[in-house]
Nanobody
Framework: VHVTESGGGLVQPGGSLRLSCAAS????????MSWYRQAPGKERELVAT????????QYDDSVKGRFTISRDNAKNMVYLQMNNLKSEDTAVYYC?????????WGQGSQVTVSS
């Protein structure tokens, strides 16, 4: 099983970024996928979750209305579109899979929001 993030970077407040997560090694379309983030000195927190059929999504209150999680089951990809970014969104963002009682994480993608 592999999950690999890409798409982070430096952006000004109010800007946008899209993170991508490429997944392999398991039947992707059957599994719920999530994005987490970890800011310096803070615990890792759940940002957004998308269920296997894409019909159900969940968001942390801090990102509702600004972030959108989506998936392409044909490409084994998960995305996180982040709009109206704020300085408090600065963190390392991780793609996550829970399967067979095991957590799978990517290496993380740094997002820095700063002027």
């Amino acid at each position: 099983v592999h999950v690999t993030e890409s798409g982070g970077g430096l952006v000004q407040p109010g800007g946008s970024l899209r993170l991508s997560c490429a997944a392999s090694g398991f039947p992707f379309s059957l599994y719920r996928m999530s994005w987490y983030r970890q800011a310096p000195g803070k615990e890792r927190e759940l940002v957004a979750t998308i269920y296997s059929d894409s019909e159900f999504t969940q968001y942390d209150d801090s990102v509702k209305g600004r972030f959108t999680i989506s998936r392409d089951n044909a490409k084994n990809m998960v995305y996180l579109q982040m709009n109206n970014l704020k300085s408090e969104d600065t963190a390392v963002y991780y793609c996550h899979l829970w399967r067979d009682r095991t957590d799978y994480w990517g290496q993380g993608s740094q997002v820095t929001v700063s002027s």
